[in-house]
């Protein structure tokens, strides 16, 4: 895991250069894309506690939470984090921050940062709400066919996963 870290910092500062006078955007380890800093976390939580864990990281603009999703391309880069880490983790997928209110129910979805739910990536039959107990969203990869479609699922929101988060830019 810190090895994964370290690799992705050292290719944030290739991509974007590293100068002793400029502003570095993000926090520490965490990526910068499309205005938005972002790090994946491969330590399987719940999606309460990964979105907890995300509330813990702060920028000097704003508290960070679950990743939410509002283009092609940031799904893309969010899928792309969760891809690139699954080898080492052995997970296929990682939770996202989007979830229902009403547990259990068949009602919309929202972001648990508060923005509003203005782009989805459902697979298909997906939110099924299976067993009336699959109130939050994953992103997820069951095979390389799924590299196009870079989809959600919903799932019991008491499992396990890594999961990805995103803060405003210091």
Known sequence: MKLLLAS???????????????????????????????????????????????RDHYSLNGRADLVSIHTEQENAFAYDLSRSSASITGEYAVWIGAYQTTLGSSGPFIWSDGSGLNFVRWVSGQPSNGGNNEDC??????????????????????????????VAPN
């Open 8 to 54: 992705m910092a050292v290719l944030a500062v290739a991509a974007y250069g590293l100068d002793a006078h400029a502003c570095h955007p993000c926090p520490p380890l965490w990526l910068l894309f499309s205005g938005n800093c972002y790090r994946y976390f491969g330590g399987p939580a719940t999606w309460l506690e990964a979105r907890n864990r995300c």
């Open 137 to 166: 969203v994953h992103l997820w990869r069951r095979n390389a066919g799924d590299d196009i479609l870079q989809s959600w699922n919903d799932l019991s929101c008491e499992r396990d996963l890594p999961f990805i988060c995103k």
